[in-house]
């Protein structure tokens, strides 16, 4: 079953990956674990994978004014995974394009 949902890049995760270039991060499913990511990004890129973390994300409400009225609505949790990777390994999410 598929865990990783996609690749995290952003500005700040970026800056960490410049700073630490052997961590990256997923979005990953709720109810992943940090054995089966482990699991799954070794297979998928073909790397070792010292250390997992994960943080949870809740979801927000939100609201907005437009010429029709107030819309809400809200915004979607998610599960972040922070991989850090053995010390010379990385991994390129550009390579296929």
Do not use: C
Not at 41 to 46: A, C, D, G, I, S
């Amino acid at each position: 079953m598929a865990f990783i949902i996609k690749p995290l890049v952003t500005e700040k995760m970026t800056k960490t990956t410049d700073k630490w270039p052997n961590r990256f991060g997923f979005i990953v499913k709720p109810e992943a674990n940090k054995l089966q990511i482990k699991k799954e990004v070794e297979e998928t890129y073909n790397v070792t994978v010292e250390q997992v973390n994960t943080a949870k994300y809740s979801g927000k409400r939100s609201q907005r004014y437009t010429k029709a009225g107030l819309i809400r609505g809200h915004k979607a949790a998610f599960k972040k995974a922070i991989v850090t990777l053995k010390e010379g390994e990385t991994i390129d999410f550009y390579s296929n394009i």
